[in-house]
């Protein structure tokens, strides 16, 4: 069974050192996120676990606050199983072969259940939520949430950013993808969605919530297949076996996607790296927390590598696939940091004939409708290596004949360049090596077989 203790046993042995307790008292309202983006300039991304913070209503956390859990390609590697250094295309194929699986859930007693262990107040306000960005509106939760289809009974399973507006309400801002669905089918029924919050689980958990499935998929079935075990489950304090939780999660907040209500939500520092801009966005009403003992408060340095990368090392395995699937000889894909983990595909092939790169490119457009701009390369180029991509394109793409632009496609709502808009323009760049272009041979040193003095 995993979650988030077998993690931190994992994480402690694969990389010894990398988990640093900061016993120093630090204030949920920026103080925190200040230091892991001090860290960050530093380029360090330790797994940190803040032990004297305070709530939201003032007084000292019942709970200590983990971060940086996803805050490295080694990082995620380890949620897997992985070592640390396996954090390039061995984590992409991992991810494709986990993906593929299914694992039907298991349904356990209440007694049994870890995040059972207390029922508390369903007040927010006793909770160390953090204030991320200094023009934040004020305190998120950036957790992921759960939901049954009302129609089909599948679940889903996702990240949404959710302002906390007061003890008991919290506003939710989705893309219009699969719970934005739900919701407005109950709200047709002026019925209101039965929703829940996980606060920390193992981080494969939270890398399936972000595995690309179709809206008639189960997504608990998926996270299990991920995590290669099936997912615990326990019925909710709210809605009993209308919706089903995460039994082995550290704290579930539990509420209802209240319709017709809506709520000021925004601005937020996202994943773009700009504040989403404000807007009216429905209401949760909270009705239940229930929690560990002693159990820990997981949250997102939001609109920063750990953010970037939970969106996008997921994702990289589907598209790979998806690729796969058109243009079998593909060797890798990554979407770098640098395009916020969604904007930015590059993708490598053992190249055949001409078109080849755009076709892997249009496969890529489809298995993400957040890719903006697609680089293709030759497979001596290692996608993971930014330089290499970087180099590839200034020497071997010609503007007028390597470069495609499509118009008025399906993107993000956050996108910055066109905010609230769920379209905009997408771009292809063929960088591999043009048959008709006689390319002199790159240059190559001679592999040294000594030791290094």
């Given at each position: 069974?995993?979650?988030?203790?077998?993690?931190?046993?994992?994480?402690?042995?694969?990389?010894?050192?990398?988990?640093?307790?900061?016993?120093?008292?630090?204030?949920?309202?920026?103080?925190?996120?200040?230091?892991?983006?001090?860290?960050?300039?530093?380029?360090?991304?330790?797994?940190?676990?803040?032990?004297?913070?305070?709530?939201?209503?003032?007084?000292?956390?019942?709970?200590?606050?983990?971060?940086?859990?996803?805050?490295?390609?080694?990082?995620?590697?380890?949620?897997?199983?992985?070592?640390?250094?396996?954090?390039?295309?061995?984590?992409?194929?991992?991810?494709?072969?986990?993906?593929?699986?299914?694992?039907?859930?298991?349904?356990?007693?209440?007694?049994?259940?870890?995040?059972k262990e207390v029922v508390a107040d369903p007040n927010l306000f006793h909770l160390p939520i953090l204030t991320h960005h200094l023009?934040?509106?004020?305190?998120?939760?950036?957790?992921?949430?759960?939901?049954?289809?009302?129609?089909?009974?599948?679940?889903?399973?996702?990240?949404?950013?959710?302002?906390?507006?007061?003890?008991?309400?919290?506003?939710?801002?989705?893309?219009?993808?699969?719970?934005?669905?739900?919701?407005?089918?109950?709200?047709?029924?002026?019925?209101?969605?039965?929703?829940?919050?996980?606060?920390?689980?193992?981080?494969?958990?939270?890398?399936?919530?972000?595995?690309?499935?179709?809206?008639?998929?189960?997504?608990?079935?998926?996270?299990?297949?991920?995590?290669?075990?099936?997912?615990?489950?326990?019925?909710?304090?709210?809605?009993?076996?209308?919706?089903?939780?995460?039994?082995?999660?550290?704290?579930?907040?539990?509420?209802?996607?209240?319709?017709?209500?809506?709520?000021?939500?925004?601005?937020?520092?996202?994943?773009?790296?700009?504040?989403?801009?404000?807007?009216?966005?429905?209401?949760?009403?909270?009705?239940?927390?229930?929690?560990?003992?002693?159990?820990?408060?997981?949250?997102?340095?939001?609109?920063?590598?750990?953010?970037?990368?939970?969106?996008?090392?997921?994702?990289?395995?589907?598209?790979?696939r998806k690729v796969q699937s058109i243009v079998p000889t593909v060797t890798g894909v990554c979407l770098p940091i640098s395009g916020?983990?969604?904007?930015?595909?590059?993708?490598?092939?053992?190249?055949?004939?001409?078109?080849?790169?755009?076709?892997?490119?249009?496969?890529?457009?489809?298995?993400?409708?957040?890719?903006?701009?697609?680089?293709?390369?030759?497979?001596?180029?290692?996608?993971?290596?930014?330089?290499?991509?970087?180099?590839?394109?200034?020497?071997?793409?010609?503007?007028?004949?390597?470069?495609?632009?499509?118009?008025?496609?399906?993107?993000?709502?956050?996108?910055?360049?066109?905010?609230?808009?769920?379209?905009?323009?997408?771009?292809?760049?063929?960088?591999?090596?043009?048959?008709?272009?006689?390319?002199?041979?790159?240059?190559?040193?001679?592999?040294?077989?000594?030791?290094?003095?």
């Amino acid at each position: 069974m995993q979650d988030l203790r077998t993690y931190l046993e994992t994480a402690r042995r694969l990389a010894p050192g990398n988990y640093l307790e900061i016993t120093e008292a630090h204030d949920i309202n920026l103080e925190v996120c200040a230091l892991v983006g001090k860290l960050e300039k530093q380029r360090r991304y330790p797994l940190l676990c803040f032990t004297k913070i305070n709530d939201l209503s003032g007084e000292p956390s019942k709970f200590p606050i983990l971060m940086n859990a996803f805050a490295s390609r080694g990082a995620c590697a380890m949620a897997l199983g992985l070592p640390p250094e396996k954090s390039g295309l061995d984590l992409v194929l991992e991810f494709q072969r986990r993906e593929a699986r299914r694992e039907k859930p298991l349904v356990i007693r209440r007694q049994e259940a870890p995040v059972k262990e207390v029922v508390a107040d369903p007040n927010l306000f006793h909770l160390p939520i953090l204030t991320h960005h200094l023009e934040d509106k004020g305190p998120y939760l950036t957790m992921t949430w759960s939901a049954r289809d009302p129609d089909t009974g599948v679940y889903n399973s996702s990240f949404h950013r959710c302002y906390v507006r007061d003890p008991n309400h919290v506003v939710m801002f989705f893309e219009r993808r699969h719970l934005w669905d739900y919701y407005v089918r109950a709200e047709r029924r002026n019925e209101p969605l039965p929703v829940a919050c996980v606060i920390g689980h193992h981080p494969a958990y939270y890398l399936g919530n972000c595995v690309l499935t179709g809206i008639t998929e189960d997504e608990y079935e998926s996270i299990g297949g991920l995590m290669g075990e099936p997912l615990r489950l326990v019925p909710s304090e709210t809605f009993g076996e209308e919706l089903l939780v995460p039994a082995d999660a550290e704290m579930i907040i539990e509420g209802r996607l209240l319709p017709q209500e809506r709520g000021a939500e925004g601005p937020f520092g996202d994943f773009t790296g700009f504040y989403g801009a404000a807007s009216e966005s429905p209401m949760v009403e909270i009705t239940a927390i229930t929690h560990r003992r002693d159990a820990y408060c997981m949250s997102i340095f939001v609109g920063h590598p750990e953010h970037r990368l939970l969106g996008a090392i997921p994702k990289e395995g589907s598209i790979y696939r998806k690729v796969q699937s058109i243009v079998p000889t593909v060797t890798g894909v990554c979407l770098p940091i640098s395009g916020a983990g969604r904007f930015h595909c590059y993708i490598s092939i053992e190249k055949r004939c001409d078109g080849e790169p755009k076709l892997a490119a249009m496969a890529a457009f489809t298995a993400s409708e957040l890719i903006k701009h697609v680089i293709v390369v030759d497979h001596d180029i290692d996608v993971y290596d930014e330089e290499q991509v970087l180099w590839a394109m200034a020497s071997r793409v010609d503007a007028a004949t390597d470069i495609e632009i499509l118009n008025r496609v399906k993107g993000s709502r956050l996108d910055p360049v066109h905010p609230g808009k769920d379209w905009g323009s997408k771009l292809i760049i063929d960088a591999c090596e043009n048959d008709d272009i006689d390319f002199p041979n790159r240059i190559a040193t001679a592999e040294y077989r000594r030791e290094i003095p």
